[in-house]
T-cell receptor, first 114, second 107 residues
Framework: EPEVTQTPSHQVTQMGQEVILRCVPI?????FYWYRQILGQKVEFLVS????????KSEIFDDQFSVERPDGSNFTLKIRSTKLEDSAMYFC????????????FGPGTRLTVL | KNEVEQSPQNLTAQEGEFITINCSYS?????LHWLQQHPGGGIVSLFM???GKKKHGRLIATINIQEKHSSLHITASHPRDSAVYIC?????????FGTGTRLQVFP
């Protein structure tokens, strides 16, 4: 079965530093999503990306966050100046046909902000 | 109030028991997803449904659109079914997640 990969699996950073989380989606999928899960809480939607632009974003996705698809295969989430409350598991997902299709999740990146 | 509510929050069972997890939602949806989250954190899609019922092995998912309710059933539960089961609904171009049901099945 095709799979989504994410790197790194765990990132530790100092508050105020920039981090880039990377996702390699399933090759022919056109929709890309980032979700996050703070420890002990539910999964939350951050942003959806289609046709090389953001299609929807949540209130969490403020100016500190950005997404891009730099080389046609990777899909990245950048946090410009990390805060303690950004500590969470970040999941990339690439359904084949948007939010109404089967979701394929990456294994996640655990971000720890000190 | 959460837009997606699950019950129970925690569930323990003996191997072989029939399990039911419930999900209610209060928003308009185009589809409902049942997901399984393993102890290591990985999330796997079990079902995506917009009407009726789907079955895969020992798992059955049903949805009642009029009542805004879905159930996930596990027949003949096994310790390897121990995981967090998450209900999520497709709303516009995103998923809205429930808080999950932690299931532990003991031998």
């Amino acid at each position: 079965e095709p799979e989504v990969t994410q790197t790194p699996s765990h990132q530790v950073t100092q508050m105020g530093q920039e981090v880039i989380l990377r996702c390699v989606p399933i090759s022919n999928h056109l929709y890309f999503y980032w979700y996050r899960q703070i420890l002990g809480q539910k999964v939350e939607f951050l942003v959806s990306f289609y046709n090389n632009e953001i299609s929807e974003k949540s209130e969490i996705f403020d100016d500190q966050f950005s997404v891009e698809r730099p080389d046609g295969s990777n899909f990245t989430l950048k946090i410009r100046s990390t805060k303690l409350e950004d500590s969470a598991m970040y999941f990339c997902a690439t359904p084949s046909g948007g939010a109404t299709d089967t979701q394929y999740f990456g294994p996640g990146t655990r971000l720890t902000v000190l | 109030k959460n837009e997606v509510e699950q019950s129970p929050q925690n569930l323990t069972a003996q191997e072989g028991e029939f399990i039911t997890i419930n999900c209610s939602y209060s928003v308009g949806i185009s589809a409902l997803h049942w997901l399984q989250q393993h102890p290591g954190g990985g999330i796997v899609s079990l079902f995506m449904l917009s009407s009726g019922k789907k079955k895969h092995g020992r798992l059955i998912a049903t949805i009642n659109i009029q009542e805004k309710h879905s159930s996930l059933h596990i027949t003949a539960s096994h310790p390897r079914d121990s995981a967090v089961y998450i209900c999520a609904v497709s709303n516009t171009d995103k998923l809205i997640f429930g808080t999950g049901t932690r299931l532990q099945v003991f031998p």
